[in-house]
């Protein structure tokens, strides 16, 4: 049990995806709104995470590792994201609780690095399902927790009062560095 609990510690805290390795830090901006663009997009990828992830840990060790197919596993992946997150934005569409405005909506959870990131180190460090599913949903948890901060800092510097020649995106990567740093600040809490 304190393994399972090291490893979520481990992922909300410390392995931070978002900061380190999404190619774009607002992905979550629609036209209605970016705090409801972002609570959308969180809830996507709690709930595609952890299925893409879950699946590619499955097909990595009963599939491809037995078979000696191992170079295949950046592909295999990526089509495993494509297949489901398409399947995620049905359901969500479906249940009419949420609705992604974007018609890109698909395009933009299927590539952003996180769902991909997630499956690759939850098939290069977890050793059985439990603590692969346990890691992808901690760090789910983790990735729509900063797309929230982010876009309620995001919203609150619409309205500040900051010179013209540092709005926009010198302020995104500012605020962005800042955020990054204060995270690093937990790397060695948890020794590996």
């Keep these: 049990m304190s393994a399972l609990l090291l490893i979520l510690l481990s992922a909300v805290l410390v392995n931070v995806m978002a900061l380190t390795r999404m190619p774009s830090w607002r992905p979550f901006e629609a036209v209605t ?3 409801q663009g972002a609570q959308g997009l969180a809830i ?3 709930i595609a995470i952890p299925v893409v992830a879950a699946i590619a840990w499955s097909l990595s060790s009963w599939l491809l590792e037995p078979n000696a197919l191992g170079y295949l596993r950046t592909f295999v992946f990526v089509i495993v994201a494509v297949a489901v997150v398409p399947l995620v934005e049905f359901a ?3 249940d009419g609780r949420l609705q992604p405005q974007r018609p ?3 395009l933009l959870v299927t590539t952003n690095s996180a769902v991909l990131g997630i ?4 098939d290069a460090r977890m050793q059985n399902i439990v603590d692969a599913v346990a890691f ?3 760090m789910a948890v983790a990735l729509g ?5 982010f876009a309620a800092m995001h919203d609150r510097l619409q309205h500040a009062d900051v010179p013209k020649v540092f709005r926009d995106a010198p302020l995104a990567l500012v605020s962005a560095g800042i955020m990054a740093l204060a995270f690093m600040g937990f790397t060695g809490l948890i020794q590996e």
Excluded at 119 to 122: C, G, H, S
């Design 33 to 35: 709104g970016t705090l």
């Design 44 to 46: 996507a990828s709690l």
């Design 92 to 94: 969500l569409r479906r």
């Design 104 to 106: 890109g909506f698909t």
């Design 119 to 122: 499956a690759l180190m939850v």
């Design 136 to 138: 992808s949903i901690a």
């Design 145 to 149: 927790f900063l797309m929230l901060a």
